[in-house]
């Protein structure tokens, strides 16, 4: 009898088959999952099983399942195959990897990566999409999410599509499957390729493995999300949301809606505009000072930026100024309930660190030459080190001793780029494998060490918190670091030099950051990433917004930061007494309905910059805010699409509620001048 596992609305069966390993049901809709197929010493195989047996069971995360079964494989003795799958109790979409583990090889007898993961039966489909999330715009000098309807020609056309996320519906019901990894386009590890039988292949396109890849050490796989809801697209990209918010990463904390504050917008206003060094302020006094500020503003967690340490590698304190070490910065925080954060740079270690007498042997090198040392923002020059190598245990240790000897729980990962290794010693390929092949290897694998990193802090640390700056392009993103962290988004947006070929701007002769300052331009610009939230919350998308005088910029930084990217960063103590005030105020109310907020599926009217801009995020129980930007004076009219809580607030007297029959509110928004304006549901 085939095995059957049921839970909440879900049931999963283990035909085993070829065409059939394994079926996913929702309320008697299916998909059918058929083998992988790899390529093992020379010959593709479909990896059908003679029977799947479960092997063990446990609560992944509160609210999901974690199933593992195992078979043999049926063409080839030697091989077994875990499926590692994870069911929520309360959303339709599964994760799961495979491990393939036995005494053969892996091959690439065609130069290229050859595994069909899974094919996607989409004959159902009257409309397929793809949800792509690591284009990078250089107009905003940020990724941005992409929602593109594809045409059913392109099945017959054989179109190769990259994902992460293809999605069909039948306009009864929909369904979607995505893939865990990163990279910015064209460069793809894997792709949907679509077939004139309507079926969409997953294939590895490159360093998924390398030639020769032994499986006695076992082969895990990335993971994977399927899943079906009823209606359309907008049911399904829900569903799928709340997936990503509750069911799918381990690490909750990274999905709280905590305030951040980051040192650096000061560091760098003080080498930009006073023409002094990144770290004059990096010091004790300076940092008591802030906080003081930060938490009078309403923030949670204070991160500490570049220059806190000595060196590199050593992650230690820099004693000379901060002479009782963190002591009395994390004393004032404990006293304010504020959490601490701190910077890394994950690959670098300083030539006299203890990471670099451990770990020569885990340079990074390109070529046969290694890595050579150079400074790091202001401290002693470092090296390069291998996140694919025995050096990322070293690097999650020392990250560990700082949860415990310093109070760290928030880590900002800085400078990791996806590429830069090709190395026959580390663990992306060997002497045996072109120099192409280890560099494809590294680049793959790389965010899967990061995770790997992650989970063994959070191991020791539950509530620890990775954000990894992406705010560059050519850096992994994609759903693999989602599923254990959060991303650090956007600096200042474009440069300069990001709107043209750099050879009409020489020299960038009038500084290289353009949005810098306060007034409507620059939060504009970092609302534009917001169109994740229809996907992907925006609680994981990290940007600081600036609290400089005066309130109409305060105001309209407010309204936009409480969307979801809820980060501040500035000269706190230039700020006035009432913009300090204004902020505890409204943050105050924020904190009242934030996981509300967290949790709303996004409505908006107009898109970014047009006038109105109107967001509205509410919750369960009618909770949340609406927030609206305008550039024109004059009265907007706007009736909320859910039904709001009565408990009014708003940002000034001149908004007026009123609550609707039917629960939902009518807002009026009187502008004298352009601005924003907020509207809270649900706070005292
Ligand atoms: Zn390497």
């Known amino acids: 009898m085939t095995l059957k596992i049921s839970q909440g609305g879900l049931a999963v069966k283990f035909p085993g088959r070829g065409k059939s390993l394994w079926v996913y049901e929702n309320n008697k809709k299916r998909i059918e999952i058929p083998a992988p197929v790899f390529e093992i010493d020379g010959r593709r195989k479909a990896l059908s099983v003679d029977s799947f047996r479960e092997i063990s069971k446990r609560e992944a995360l509160p609210g999901v399942v974690e199933h593992v079964l195992e078979g043999q494989v049926a063409s080839d003795a030697r091989l077994t195959l875990q499926l590692v799958i994870r069911i929520p109790k309360k959303n339709p979409f599964v994760r799961f990897h495979y491990v393939l583990r036995g005494d053969a090889k892996l091959t690439r007898s065609t130069g290229h990566d050859s595994i069909t993961y899974l094919s996607l039966d989409m004959k159902a489909a009257r409309e397929v999409r793809e949800v792509r999330l690591s284009d990078f715009d250089e107009l905003i000098h940020s990724y941005v999410p992409a929602e593109d309807a594809i045409p059913l020609q392109n099945f017959k056309d054989k179109v190769s599509l990259m994902g992460p996320l293809l999605c069909g519906s039948d306009l009864k019901k929909s369904w979607l499957c995505a893939y865990e990894h990163g990279s910015q386009p064209p460069f793809r590890f894997l792709e949907f390729a679509l077939r004139p039988d309507k079926k969409a292949d997953l294939n590895a396109m490159r360093g998924n493995y390398w030639n020769g890849f032994d499986l006695r050490n076992g082969y895990q796989t990335i993971w994977f999300d399927i899943g079906i809801v009823e209606g359309g697209f907008d049911e399904l990209s829900r569903e799928w949301r709340e997936f990503v918010l509750r069911w799918m990463s381990p690490n909750s904390a990274s999905r709280t809606p905590y305030i951040f504050y980051n040192t650096w917008n000061f560091q760098e206003r003080h080498q930009a505009w006073d023409k002094g060094k990144y770290l004059d302020f990096m010091n004790e006094t300076r940092m008591l000072e802030e906080i003081e500020v930060a938490h009078k503003m309403g923030i949670d967690v204070f991160v500490l930026d570049t220059g806190w340490y000595q060196k590199t590698g050593d992650w ?149 918190i990775v954000d990894f700056d992406i705010t560059e392009a050519h850096r992994s993103v994609g759903l693999a670091f989602l599923a254990s962290g959060k991303y650090f988004l956007i600096n200042n947006g474009p440069y300069y030099r990001s709107f043209d070929d750099p050879q009409y701007a020489p020299g960038g002769g009038m500084g290289s950051n353009v949005f810098v300052f306060p007034g409507p331009a620059r939060p504009r610009l970092c609302r534009q990433p917001l169109a994740y939230d229809r996907w992907i919350p925006s609680v994981l998308f990290l940007t600081h917004f600036l609290p400089d005088d005066p309130e109409s910029s305060q105001t309209i930084n407010i309204a936009s930061m409480i969307l979801g990217q809820n980060g501040i960063w500035g000269d706190l103590p230039k700020i006035s007494a009432g913009g300090v005030e204004l902020y505890g105020k409204l943050l105050g109310y924020y904190k009242q309905v934030r996981d509300e907020v967290t949790s709303a599926f996004p409505v908006c009217s107009g898109f970014v910059g047009c006038n109105p801009e109107i967001h509205e995020k509410i919750g369960k129980k009618g909770k949340g805010v609406v927030c609206i930007f305008t550039d024109n004076k004059g009265t907007y009219r706007y009736v909320t699409a859910n039904r709001v809580n009565p408990k009014l607030k708003s940002s000034d007297d001149s908004v007026k509620i009123k609550i609707l029959k039917d629960k939902r509110a009518e807002i009026i928004f009187n502008f004298e001048k352009g601005g924003a304006k907020i509207a809270f549901f649900g706070v005292e």
Not at 337 to 357: D, E, I, Q, V
Not at 435 to 445: I, K, L, N, T, V
């Open 316 to 464: 230690e304190v820099n004693m000379r100024t901060f002479p009782h070490g963190l002591d009395l910065i994390r004393e004032k925080l404990s006293k304010y309930n504020m959490k601490l954060g701190l910077w890394y740079s994950p690959t670098h270690a300083a030539a006299t660190s203890r990471l670099t007498k451990k770990h020569g042997d885990c340079l990074m090198s390109w070529n046969g030459k290694k890595s050579s040392a150079h400074p790091v923002w202001e401290t002693e020059e470092s090296f390069s080190y291998c996140l694919c190598s025995n050096y990322w245990e070293s690097f999650a240790d020392e990250l560990i001793r700082c949860v415990k000897e310093l109070g760290v729980t928030y880590f900002k990962w800085d400078a990791i780029g996806q590429f830069g290794c090709d190395d026959p010693g580390h663990s992306h390929g060997n002497a045996a494998n072109s120099p192409e092949e280890r560099a494809d290897c590294y680049a793959f694998e790389q965010v899967r060490y990061m995770s790997k990193i992650i989970d063994r802090i959070c191991a020791a640390c539950p509530e620890a």
